[in-house]
């Protein structure tokens, strides 16, 4: 009986928790950041068009379409979010305060439409205090941003590699192109690492000397470090990175 009953209590405790990983996702603005990745996506295809030999632009534009469809990059987003996050509590109780929110509302606001095309050239030199940029130090030491930033690159990255091995049969394979992509991490981060404290300056610019360091305990946290390693690993997934597009599954409806 006692077995029975923990067996109950296990199935009624599924639902909560994988409501738990849902809610994180929506509320630290993963959707968002989706939203924003799918409309520069579209963005960059349209610049493309008249500078690109058209079967070129058409292969580059239909295994981009693929890769990045925005049901399925959600589907193995949180897929891998719910696998690698095992308690998503602390997270989600972290980016639920007025703090987190706050983050959530800075970094979404950095990936905007308006805000791409404002520092199209780059972003403008931020000017801080000794103390602040001591804080920003320590915040580029325990966010996962270059190892984000660098996912992105591959991913996109990959888009080219599927196309070249499609339009030249024979010279790569799909997963040899992207294995070579995958070498390629290392270099990738310590490029952003260059200027990743400038990057952070500009996106948390709003926030106080003692919210950045709010925001660096909870990510040196037991509970911060669990929900960043999990992250990066959900952004990998989300953006397929290191899978050719031969190998992608649909999405699935529904989920």
Request: glycine share 6%; aromatic share 6%; with cysteine.
């Amino acid at each position: 009986m006692r077995a029975l009953f923990a067996c109950v209590l296990l199935l009624l405790s599924l639902p909560s928790r994988a409501d738990d990983h849902s809610q994180l996702y929506q509320v630290a603005g993963w959707a968002e950041q989706r939203a924003h990745f799918s409309a520069a996506l579209q963005a960059a295809q349209q610049q493309y068009r008249s500078t690109l030999p058209p079967a070129v632009y058409q292969a580059l534009v239909a295994n981009s379409n693929q890769r990045f469809a925005a049901q399925a990059m959600d589907q193995r987003a949180q897929a891998a979010l719910r696998q690698q996050l095992a308690d998503p509590q602390p997270a989600l109780q972290f980016f639920q305060s007025p703090l987190g929110r706050k983050i959530t509302a800075a970094e979404v606001k950095a990936t905007s439409r308006e805000e791409l095309q404002k520092n199209a050239n780059g972003l403008p030199r931020i000017q801080a205090d000794a103390t602040r940029r001591l804080l920003i130090r320590h915040l580029a030491q325990v966010l996962p941003a270059k190892e984000a930033g660098a996912e992105v690159s591959l991913a996109l990255a990959g888009v080219a590699a599927d196309s070249l091995s499609q339009m030249i049969p024979g010279l790569l394979g799909g997963d040899q192109a992207q294995g070579m992509l995958n070498s390629q991490r290392e270099r990738l981060m310590q490029q952003i690492d260059g200027d990743i404290d400038n990057t952070l300056l500009y996106v948390y610019r709003d926030l106080s000397d003692p919210e950045l360091e709010e925001f660096a305990s909870f990510a040196e946290s037991a509970g911060g470090k669990a929900y960043y390693q999990a992250a990066v690993g959900a952004v990998r997934a989300g953006l397929a990175v290191g899978q050719s597009n031969a190998n992608l599954a649909p999405a699935q409806p529904g989920i």
